[in-house]
C-alpha cells in the first residue's frame, strides 16, 4: 500500500544496515521507497486491522514482495501494527503462531515447541521491549544449522 515510504519511524534506521546494501540495487531501493498510498488510507487501513485483531479476528503478517524487499516487508508490516497501537508481544504474534495458524502448519511451525522445527531468527536485543530489535538479525537457524549473518551476506 505504502510500500517502504510508509514506515512509521522516519529515520528508516534500516536504510543504512550494511545487509540492505548488499542485497539490492540503488534502482530497486528507489523505487520501494516511493510508496503509493497517501497517509490518511494507511492511517485507516492500521485501525481497521487493529481493532480486528483487538476483537479477536485472526489476521497474519505479510511483507508484500516483490513490491518491497523480501523480509524487510516483514518488518514494515510489524512497525505499522505497532503503530496503529498493538502491543509489542501481539505483534510478535501475529508474525508467528498467527501466521503459522493462517497457513495451517501450526503443528510444524510458528512456536518454538518440542517436535516442532527449530527454524528461528537469533536477534541483538529484545523485540518485547523494542520491536525495532526484530531487524538487529545476527543469524538463522535453518534445519538446524547456525547461519551467521555476516557470512551469509558475503557470499557471491
Do not use: C, F
Not at 11 to 23: F, I, K, T
Amino acid at each position: 500500500v505504502a510500500g517502504l515510504g510508509g514506515w512509521p519511524d522516519r529515520s528508516q534506521a534500516w536504510r543504512r544496515d550494511p545487509g540492505y546494501g548488499a542485497l539490492y540495487t540503488p534502482a530497486e531501493t528507489a523505487d520501494w521507497a516511493r510508496g503509493s498510498a497517501s497517509g490518511s488510507i494507511l492511517a485507516a487501513l492500521e485501525e481497521t486491522v487493529a481493532r480486528l485483531t483487538r476483537a479477536g479476528g485472526r489476521v497474519a503478517v505479510g511483507s508484500d514482495a516483490p513490491a518491497v524487499p523480501y523480509g524487510l516487508g516483514l518488518h514494515l508490516e510489524l512497525a505499522l501494527l505497532a503503530a496503529a497501537g498493538l502491543s509489542n508481544d501481539h505483534v510478535l504474534r501475529l508474525a508467528t503462531a498467527e501466521g503459522a495458524l493462517a497457513l495451517g502448519i501450526e503443528r510444524d511451525v510458528g512456536t518454538l515447541e518440542a517436535g516442532k522445527l527449530a527454524d528461528m531468527v537469533v536477534v541483538e536485543g529484545d523485540p518485547l521491549a523494542r520491536l525495532e530489535d526484530a531487524l538487529r538479525i545476527t543469524a538463522t537457524v535453518k534445519g538446524g544449522v547456525w547461519l551467521d549473518r555476516a557470512a551469509l551476506l558475503q557470499r557471491p
